[in-house]
Each structure stands twice: as C-alpha cells, then as structure tokens.
C-alpha cells in the first residue's frame, strides 16, 4: 500500500540524515522520458475565415471533414534521483498523468470534441502546449516539465519547452 511505501521512506530519509555519505549520487538531476500514443482528427481552420481563405494558409488539412493521425507524445521531466526509491518519478505515476490527459484527446475530433481548441487551430504546436498545461500542475514537488514534444506524423513534430 501507499502508506506502507511512505512508512519506508521516511524510515529510509531518516537514516540518511545520519548517514551523509549515502546517496551522494542521487542528487544529480535526470531527465526522464515516457511516450505514449493516441489516435485523433482534426481540422485546421480559423472560425472568422471561410473554407477558401482556410484552405490557403492550411491547404488540404483545412478540408470541411478533417483526417486523422496517430499521434506520438513524449513528455519529459527533470529531477533528481530520489535516494530511496532510485526514481525522479514513479513511471506507473507518469503514465497514469499523462494517459488522464491522452483521453480527453483519443478517438476525439479535437476540434469539435475538445473544448481547448474550439477557438485554436490544433496543430501539433498547439496540443503540444495543451499536454503541458495539463501535466506540469499534476507533477509532484521537485520534478518539472522538461519538455513536450508531438509527433503529427514521423516528419512533423512540434516541441515545447514551457
């Protein structure tokens, strides 16, 4: 259980205050990386335009019935290694946040189904920021968002570093 592992810990951080040679490795700050996928559709268009004037800046991705990609996403978090666990952060936990976010997205036609984008093209760039805004409040004290980087396709992927 949580508090059993919390119980352990403690005890654990309690003996290192004693033992100030222990652990003197994991004071480094990593950089940990989970990705995961999910699949979408999308349009890109500006409500305020019509399809023509659309269809000029976005070309065949402003199409009226929109199309689909299965998106990869890596999220990446800065820490430093946890004396006692080993971990910056608990992978399960990770995956868990950032599949809490992956679901308001899946199987979704982001612009019509996702509030956050009815009034912003969902380019890559943009669901890149919106995984961000999501995570980075859910991460526990001392890990941080590194970075957010979308894979649209295997050639177009968007970064974003807060």
């Not at 592992?5 to 990593?30: D, F, H, I, Q, T």
């Not at 666990?85 to 976010?101: E, L, N, P, R, S």
């Not at 669901?127 to 859910?138: D, K, N, T």
Request: net charge positive.
């Amino acid at each position: 259980t949580s508090a059993r592992k919390l119980s352990y810990y403690n005890e654990y951080k309690s003996y290192l205050r004693w033992n100030p040679y222990l652990g003197c490795a994991m004071s480094r700050n990593v950089l940990l990386t989970r990705i995961e996928r999910f699949s979408a559709a999308h349009r890109l268009f500006r409500h305020e335009l019509s399809d023509t004037e659309n269809e000029k800046i976005f070309g065949k991705c402003a199409w009226p019935n929109g199309h689909g990609h299965n998106y990869k996403i890596e999220v990446r978090v800065k820490g430093k290694v946890d004396e006692y666990t080993g971990m910056v952060y608990d992978i399960a936990d990770m995956k868990k946040v950032i599949q809490d976010v992956i679901s308001e997205l899946d199987h979704k036609f982001i612009d019509k189904d996702v509030p956050y984008f009815h009034d912003r093209p969902s380019t890559a760039e943009n669901i890149s920021i919106f995984f961000w805004e999501r995570i980075s409040p859910q991460l526990p004290e001392g890990v941080t968002l590194n970075k957010i980087k979308v894979y649209e396709t295997d050639k177009n992927v968007a970064a974003y570093k807060g």
